[in-house]
C-alpha cells in the first residue's frame, strides 16, 4: 500500500525540490494545439475580477483562474485511474491539507510509521507529497507517465464531480470528499486570497469577497454546488465516495481516520489500535504539529495553509445581515439534500 508519488511528480516552477527527470515527462503530443485551444476556450468565456489578481473564468458552471485550464483540460484527457486509487476532492479552505496529511499517514503507515523520526511529513508539506491533478499532475502541457507508480495512489483536485476525469468515475478508485461549514471556508479564503495578495493592490473587503461569494464566483465556486454534486454522488455511490464534514473529523478524528482506513481497505488491526498508531497519526497530523514545523512556516504560500484550524470562527467576522443573507443561500440549498452544517 506504499504511495511516495512527490518524486515522480512535477512541481510548481517555484518549488525548490523539484526533481522530476526529464523522462518520467512525456509531452502532450498536441501541446500547441492545446494552447491555442485553451486560449480560445478561455477567451470565449464569462469573467468576472478574481480574489487574488488575475480573473476567474466561468467553465462548465464554475470558476477557475486562467492559470488552471491547461491542468484541467489536460488531466480530464489524459488521466487513467486505477481501481486501486485514492482520491481525494474539497472545496478550496474545507481541510484539504489536513486531509491529505491523514492519508499519506493512514495509506503509508507500514513504510512509514507515524511515530519514525523522518517521517515525510516532518519535512514536507502535505500538498507535496499528494499532488492535485489539475494543478501539479498535469502542468505546463505536460503528461506525466505514471505507469510506474506504486500500486496505492492517492491524488487530490478541487474539481468539482462534472468536471472530474472520466476514468476516475469508471474505476472502482475509492473518492473521500471532505466538506466544511460555508462560513468557515469562506473566511478562511477570505483571509487566503488577502495573504497572496500583492500589497500594492490593497485589501479585499469583506463585504466584496462577500458578494463575490454569494454570486457564487470563488475558487471553483460556486461552493454551494460543488458541496452538493458530491454529496449526490456518495448518496448515489457509498461504496465509491465517501463524504465527510471538516466539523466531524475535529469533533470525533479517531472514529473518522478509522473509519477512513476502512473505506480504503486498509484498516487498522487490532495490534495497531493497541498500539496507539491511530493516535500516532492523529498527533502527527494535527494543527499544532503541523504549523510549528519549519517546513510549513518557509514561505508565504506554504504558512497559509495553516492560520486557525477551528470551528466557528466566522462567528468574529459575520455581522447579522450576512448570517441571514448565508442562511437563506445555504441552510435551504443544503437541508432540501438532507444535508446541514
Ligand atoms: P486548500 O484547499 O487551499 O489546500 P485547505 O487546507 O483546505 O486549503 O484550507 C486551510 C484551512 O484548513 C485553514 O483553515 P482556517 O483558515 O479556518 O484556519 C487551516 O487552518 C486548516 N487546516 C490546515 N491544516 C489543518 C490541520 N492539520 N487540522 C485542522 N485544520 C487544518
Sequence with gaps: MATNLSSTLPHDSHDPKNTTPPSKLAKHSQQDDLTQECHDLISSLAKEQGWILSHLYQYQGFWYPNTLFEGLLSCQRHFKARDTDIILITNPKCGTTWLKALAYAIVNRKINPPKEDNHPLLTNNPHELIPFLERKVYVDHQVLDLTESPSTRVFSTHLPVELLPLSIKETKCKVVYLARDPKDAFISLWHFANKLRPQNSGKLQLEE????????????????????????????????????????????PKLYLKKLAEFWGCPFSLEEENNGVVEEILSLCSFDNMRNLEVNKVGELNKSFFRKGEVGDWANYFSQEMIEKFDEMFFDKFLQCGLKF
Design 209 to 252: 469577497a462577500f458578494d463575490k461569494f454569494c454570486k457564487g464566483v470563488s475558487f471553483c465556486g460556486p461552493f454551494w454546488d460543488h458541496v452538493l454534486s458530491s454529496w449526490k454522488y456518495s448518496l448515489d455511490k457509498p461504496n465509491k465516495v465517501l463524504f465527510l464534514k471538516y466539523e466531524e473529523l475535529k469533533e470525533k
